[in-house]
C-alpha cells in the first residue's frame, strides 16, 4: 500500500512539474470561450470548464500549486515544529513556560484575521520591493511570486505550532526514560542527547502528523484561495478547481469529479507513505 | 577502613513543590535525601536498601550528579564532584556511571547494540575507527554476550541480555564507580543470578567501586560488603552486610528483615513477624524527630523530639541511629 | 468432587509472529477453602491460566483452543456469558497486581464497593452501603465510616490493595484469584496483605489461588503449589515437597537460585540460556535446552505430569523412569 502510494505521488510529481514542459506555455488559461463546458472525450481528455479551458492543462497547474503549497508549508511547519518543541522539553521549567505559552498566544489568534492582514500588508510591501528594484533600474519583479510566499509562509505560521506541541510532549515523556538518563550519564553533549537520541525516537507520531498536515494545508490553500486571499485566478490550485466544479456540478460533472477524485487519492497516498514511513523507520516492526 | 575513595557528606536533594501555570509558587519542600554522609573504600560494594519513596535512587542520581543538590558534598579521589560544571563535569563522568532498573527503557530502541556502545567508547576516549568493531566485540564479550550480535536492536534481546548490553555501555568508558539502581528488579529469578553474579565478577576484575541499590535485602546481602538502610531520606542504620542482615539492630531494619518472605516453609510458618502499621510516611511532610516513629513498635515521646544520631554497640562499623538502640538490644 | 476441576486447558494466541501457546493443557483441581500456590516466571502462563478460566482473555488473538474449568458443576469455558457473568465476580473473585489503575479514580470507594452486591442483586443499597461499610473496616482501613467517602487518589498503594481485597471479598466469594497482589508493594506493606489476605480467608473459608514469580510469598502462605514453565504445569505437589523435596530439575534450579537461600559471597546457582520461545513449539520437554539433567530423550518425547507419592506429581521423564536424584 505504501509503494503504490509512494508511487502514484512520483508519477503525480513528475506530471505537474515535468508535464508542462511539454505543453504550450499558456495550456491553463487558453480560453477559447466557444468550446466552453465540453464534455471529456474528443479535443479535450478531461472536457473544459466554464470558459472553455482545458481542464486536464488546468489540473496540472492546479497540481503544481497545490502539491507545492502543501509540501513547502509543511515543510517549513516542519522544521520550526521540531526544532522549537525539541528545546522547549528537553530544557523544561521556565524556557518551556516562555516558549509554551508564546504558542499558547499565536494558538489563540484568529487564524482567518491573522492571514488576511498578513496578507494584506504585506501585499502593499511585495510592491514596494518590486518598486525598490525599479528605481534602481532593475527588471526583478517579485509580486508574480509574492502571492505564492506570503500564502507558504501563513501557513506555515500556523501549522507548526501544532507540531510544536506534539514534538514538546513526545521529548518531555522521552526525557524521563532512563536511556536519555544514561547518555547525560556517559557525558555526551546536549546536541547529540538531542539530535541523535531524542529526534529519531520522535519521528513515528511526527511522521503521522505530518501526512495529517499535508492534507490539512491543501485544504487550508483551497479555503484561502475560495477568500481570494491564496493563489488568484487565472492560476488555478486544486482547491479552486473543486470549488468552481462544485458550482457547476449539474451541468459539467467533470469538473467536480476530475479534481475531486485526484485530490482523495493523492490524501489517501499521503497516508499510506506516512504509515509504511513510519514502520519502515521503526527497527521494531522493520523485521517482522 | 582505607582512605575513603568515595565521600559523600552531608548530601541533601531537596524537591520544591510548585503550584501555578505563569507565576510558579513554591508550595513545600520534598526532603527526598535529607543529610546522607557516606564513605566507601576503593572497590568496596556498598548495597542500599530501602522501600520506595525512601530517596534511594534520588541519593544515587545525586551522588552522580544527574541531579544537583541542595546541599553537602560528594567527593571522588581527588575531585570534588559537586564543585563541576558544564564541560568539567562531562569529561569528569568518565569515572562513574550507572546502570538502570529497565532494561526496557534504558536502551536507545533504534540504536544498534554496535552504535550504541561504540558512542560510549568514543565519548571520551580517541580510537580510531578501524579498532571500533573490536573494541565493541571484546566490551560484548566481557559482559557475557557474543560479539555477533553487534548489530542488532535492543528489542531483539531478552530482558536479561539487555540489561547486560546496557552494563557493558557503563563499563565502556572505563569507570571508577558504578552506581546500579535495582538492576535486577526487572528480571526473572533465573535472570537475576546471572545478573548479580555477572556484576560481582566485574566489580572483582575492574577493582569497581559500586553502590548497589536494591529494595530486595537478600539480593542487597548477597552482593555487598556492607549494607546502608535508608528511610525517608535518611540512613538509619549502617554496618558488614551479614552483621546487619542477621543482627539488625534499629527497629525499621529489623521489621524490614523479618518481612522479607523466605523461601523455606517450615521457617516461614513459625518465624515471628514484625508487622508494621500503614505505608511509609510522605516525603513532602515528614514526622518530627525520628522520622520512623509513627510506625515503630517501641517510639517513645522522646523519639519525636530530635534525629537521633548514630550510635554503635560493639562493632564501631555497625551503627544505627536510634534513642533507645541500647535497650533495644541487649 | 473438587471446588474447581481444571482440565487440559489450552490457551493460544494467534498473532502476526505466530502462534504463542501461553497456556498449554493444564490441569488441576482446588478443593473448597484451600490455598494454591501458582508460581512461574514472566511467560509461564500462570495469569493467562487464570484469566482463560474467568473469560478474561482478549478474544481475539487469544483463543481457548479447548479444555474445561468445572466450578461447581458449571464449565467456565463453555457456559453462556450470563452463567459466566453471574459467577465471576460473585462466586470467583480476583484481584490484581497493581492497585493503582484497578480502581476507578472518578468514583468514591463506597460506589465502587457496593457494586458488586448491587449487579448480583445481593443486597438493596441501604444494606450494601452497611456491609461496605463492614467490610472496609474488616480489611484494617482505620476511619472507615468517613474514608468510604473518599476516591482512589486519597488512599496510599497499600491502602487501595486492601480497597480491592475488600471489593473482592464483598460478596463472599467460594474463590479470590490473588494475581501477584503484593508485587507492585513494598516488602513491609506486602506482609501486610499477606497478613489480611490468610485472615479473610480464614473467616469466609474461601479458596485462593495466588499467583507469583516469589517462591518466599507462597512458601509460607500456600497449601499445594503448581509450579510452571513455558505454558505447562511441570511440578506440583503439597508445599513442603516442593520446597524440601523438588524434583523437577527446574524447580530445583528455580531455588538454587535465589540468592535469600544461598551461602553470601558463593557464586549464585544460574539456570543457562532465556525462557522458551512459546511461538516455537517444542517436540519433547520445553525445559530441556537449559536443563543440565536432558537426554535425547528429553527433547524428543513431551513429558506428562505422573504422581510419585505424596501427591506430588512431576512432569520430568527423567525423574519418572530413571529415578534421577539430585
Known amino acids: 500500500m505504501a509503494l503504490a502510494g509512494g508511487v502514484f505521488i512520483l508519477l503525480l510529481a513528475g506530471l505537474s512539474f515535468i508535464g508542462p514542459f511539454f505543453l504550450e506555455g499558456d495550456y491553463y488559461t487558453n480560453t477559447v470561450l466557444e468550446d466552453k463546458l465540453t464534455a471529456p472525450g474528443g479535443e479535450y481528455t478531461l472536457g473544459s470548464d466554464h470558459l472553455g479551458r482545458d481542464q486536464l492543462g488546468r489540473i496540472i497547474k492546479g497540481g503544481q500549486i497545490s502539491l507545492l503549497v502543501g509540501l513547502v508549508a509543511t515543510f517549513v511547519s516542519l522544521t520550526i515544529g521540531i526544532g522549537y518543541g525539541t528545546i522547549s522539553g528537553y530544557f523544561g521549567g521556565k524556557i518551556d513556560s516562555v516558549m509554551m505559552r508564546l504558542v499558547d498566544i499565536l494558538y489563540s489568534l484568529p487564524f482567518v484575521i491573522f492571514v488576511i492582514l498578513l496578507m494584506v500588508f504585506a501585499k502593499d510591501l511585495g510592491d514596494s520591493i518590486d518598486e525598490w528594484f525599479r528605481a534602481r533600474g532593475s527588471e526583478f519583479s517579485i509580486s508574480g511570486q509574492w502571492n505564492m510566499l506570503l500564502l507558504f509562509v501563513a501557513i506555515g505560521a500556523v501549522e507548526w505550532l501544532t507540531m510544536a506541541r506534539i514534538v514538546r510532549g513526545q521529548v518531555m515523556s522521552l526525557r524521563q526514560q532512563e536511556f536519555i538518563e544514561a547518555c547525560i550519564s556517559l557525558g555526551l553533549p546536549t546536541r547529540r542527547i538531542l539530535f541523535r537520541h531524542m529526534v529519531p525516537n520522535i519521528l513515528g507520531p511526527v511522521i503521522v502528523y505530518t501526512t495529517l498536515t499535508i492534507p490539512a494545508v491543501m485544504l487550508l490553500e483551497a479555503f484561502l484561495s475560495f477568500l481570494g486571499l491564496g493563489v488568484q485566478p487565472p492560476t488555478p490550485s486544486w482547491g479552486l478547481l473543486i470549488k468552481d466544479g462544485a458550482d457547476r456540478m449539474r451541468e459539467a460533472w467533470w469538473m467536480l469529479v476530475f479534481p475531486g477524485a485526484l485530490f482523495a487519492i493523492t490524501l489517501f497516498s499521503f497516508n499510506f507513505v506516512g504509515d509504511g514511513l513510519r514502520d519502515a523507520l521503526d527497527p521494531k516492526t522493520s523485521k517482522d | 577502613m582505607s582512605d575513603p575513595y568515595l565521600q559523600i557528606n552531608n548530601l541533601k536533594t531537596h524537591f520544591p513543590v510548585e503550584k501555578g501555570i505563569l507565576f510558579r509558587k513554591v508550595t513545600g519542600t520534598v526532603k527526598a535525601v535529607d543529610g546522607v554522609s557516606l564513605s566507601l573504600a576503593k572497590g568496596e560494594v556498598l548495597g542500599l536498601v530501602g522501600e520506595s519513596g525512601c530517596g534511594k535512587s534520588t541519593l544515587g542520581r545525586t551522588v552522580l550528579q544527574l541531579i544537583k543538590p541542595t546541599e553537602g558534598t560528594v567527593t571522588l579521589g581527588s575531585r570534588t564532584l559537586t564543585d563541576l560544571d558544564g564541560k568539567e563535569l562531562r569529561s569528569a563522568r568518565a569515572d562513574f556511571q550507572m546502570i538502570f532498573q529497565d532494561p526496557y527503557a534504558s536502551l536507545n530502541p533504534r540504536m544498534t547494540v554496535y552504535s550504541m556502545l561504540a558512542e560510549a567508547i568514543q565519548v571520551h576516549r580517541k580510537v580510531p575507527k578501524a579498532d571500533l568493531a573490536g573494541a565493541v566485540g571484546a566490551l560484548m564479550e566481557k559482559v557475557g554476550l557474543a560479539a555477533r550480535f553487534m548489530r542488532k536492536y535492543p528489542h531483539e534481546f531478552s530482558g536479561g541480555q539487555r540489561q547486560r548490553i546496557a552494563i557493558a555501555r557503563a563499563l565502556a568508558v572505563e569507570p571508577k564507580l558504578i552506581i546500579a539502581d535495582e538492576p535486577v528488579s526487572a528480571l526473572d529469578v533465573s535472570i537475576q543470578a546471572q545478573i548479580l553474579n555477572l556484576l560481582s565478577d566485574l566489580t572483582r576484575e575492574m577493582e569497581l567501586t559500586m553502590i548497589f541499590i536494591s529494595h530486595d535485602l537478600s539480593v542487597v546481602k548477597h552482593i555487598s560488603d556492607r549494607i546502608a538502610v535508608m528511610y525517608l531520606g535518611r540512613i538509619v542504620e549502617i554496618g558488614p552486610a551479614t552483621e546487619v542482615f542477621e543482627h539488625p539492630q534499629h527497629p525499621y531494619t529489623k521489621a524490614l528483615c523479618s518481612a522479607v518472605p523466605m523461601p523455606d516453609p517450615d521457617s516461614e510458618r513459625t518465624r515471628k513477624r514484625i508487622l508494621l502499621p500503614g505505608d511509609p510516611p510522605s516525603p513532602l511532610n515528614p514526622p518530627s524527630g525520628c522520622t520512623f516513629h509513627p510506625r515503630c513498635p517501641h517510639a517513645e515521646e522522646r523519639c519525636q523530639a530530635a534525629w537521633p544520631s548514630f550510635e554503635s554497640l560493639k562493632n564501631d562499623a555497625h551503627q544505627a541511629a536510634c534513642v533507645r538502640l541500647a535497650e533495644l538490644n541487649q | ?326
Open chain 3, 1 to 326: 468432587m473438587p471446588l474447581l476441576d481444571v482440565n487440559d486447558l489450552t490457551t493460544y494466541f494467534h498473532t502476526r509472529n505466530g502462534v504463542v501457546r501461553a497456556v498449554d493443557g493444564v490441569s488441576f483441581q482446588l478443593e473448597k477453602g484451600e490455598t494454591l500456590g501458582i508460581v512461574g516466571e514472566s511467560g509461564s502462563g500462570k495469569s493467562v491460566t487464570c484469566m482463560s478460566m474467568l473469560g478474561l482473555i482478549p478474544q481475539p488473538p487469544g483463543r481457548i483452543e479447548r479444555g474445561t474449568a468445572h466450578f461447581d458443576g458449571t464449565d467456565l469455558l463453555h457456559c453462556t456469558r450470563k452463567e459466566l457473568q453471574s459467577i465471576r465476580g460473585r462466586r470467583v473473585a480476583m484481584i490484581f497486581q497493581d492497585p493503582m489503575t484497578s480502581l476507578n479514580p472518578y468514583l468514591r470507594i463506597e460506589d465502587q464497593l457496593i457494586e458488586p452486591l448491587l449487579i448480583h442483586g445481593l443486597a438493596d443499597k441501604v444494606s450494601a452501603k452497611k456491609q461496605a461499610l463492614a467490610m472496609l473496616d474488616a480489611v484494617g482501613i482505620q476511619d472507615a465510616a468517613s474514608r468510604i467517602r473518599g476516591y482512589p487518589h486519597e488512599f496510599s498503594g497499600g491502602m487501595r490493595q486492601r480497597v480491592m481485597i475488600a471489593m473482592a471479598l464483598i460478596t463472599k466469594p467460594d474463590v479470590l484469584i490473588a494475581d501477584e497482589p503484593t508485587t507492585a508493594l513494598d516488602v513491609t506493606v506486602q506482609a501486610q496483605i499477606l497478613e489480611l489476605i490468610k485472615k479473610e480467608q480464614q473467616e469466609l473459608g474461601t479458596a485462593v489461588i495466588l499467583i507469583t514469580h516469589d517462591l518466599g510469598v507462597v512458601s509460607g502462605f500456600c497449601d499445594r503449589i503448581n509450579v510452571m514453565y513455558g505454558g505447562k504445569i511441570v511440578e506440583s505437589g503439597p508445599t513442603k515437597e516442593i520446597f524440601y523435596n523438588p524434583q523437577h530439575p527446574y524447580n530445583r534450579a528455580l531455588q538454587n537460585s535465589i540468592p535469600a537461600l544461598q551461602a553470601k559471597g558463593k557464586e549464585l546457582y544460574t539456570i543457562p540460556g532465556m525462557p522458551p520461545d512459546m511461538s516455537k513449539p517444542s517436540a519433547g520437554c520445553s525445559f530441556a535446552p537449559r536443563c543440565e539433567h536432558a537426554t535425547d530423550l528429553c527433547t524428543s518425547e513431551p513429558p506428562e505430569l505422573q504422581d510419585i507419592g505424596q501427591a506430588h506429581t512431576t512432569a520430568c521423564l527423567r525423574v519418572q523412569r530413571e529415578n534421577l536424584k539430585p
